[in-house]
């Protein structure tokens, strides 16, 4: 009886070490990518003075190509992205990461977290 909780309790704890461990890989995709959307938005907008319709074009045809999970794709795509002109900064929140960039004249754009 002994044994057969030993090898419960051990195979309780992988699992939940292996799912946490998980929640953060993809946890730190969504950041990554959340902080690229940024760039690409911020540099698009302020450094090549783009519309924002071209940049969103743009963003299609590299995040289909740089992501290959349809769902990642999906809930990127539905997250509003807020564009505040006058401080010239790109900003995306999802739950309660929020990831920014902003443009810094010369210096081009940056992450600000």
């Known amino acids: 009886m002994i044994y ?3 090898i419960t309790y051990s195979l309780f704890l992988s699992i ?3 799912f946490s461990t ?3 890989v993809l946890s730190d995709e969504l950041d990554i990518i959340l902080g690229a959307t940024t760039k690409h938005y ?3 907008l302020f450094v090549s003075e783009l519309s924002k319709e071209q940049c969103d074009i743009m963003f299609q045809r590299s995040i289909s ?9 999906n809930q990127i795509k539905t997250i509003e992205i807020q564009i505040e002109s006058t401080s010239k900064e790109i900003s995306m929140q999802v739950e309660d ?3 920014r960039s ?7 754009c940056y992450l600000d977290n």
């Open 4 to 6: 057969f909780l030993k």
């Open 16 to 18: 939940l070490i292996f």
């Open 22 to 24: 998980l929640s953060h």
């Open 42 to 44: 911020c540099s698009c």
């Open 65 to 73: 190509n740089a992501v290959s999970e349809p769902e990642l794709i």
């Open 97 to 99: 990461k929020i990831v």
């Open 102 to 108: 902003v443009f810094a004249g010369k210096k081009g």
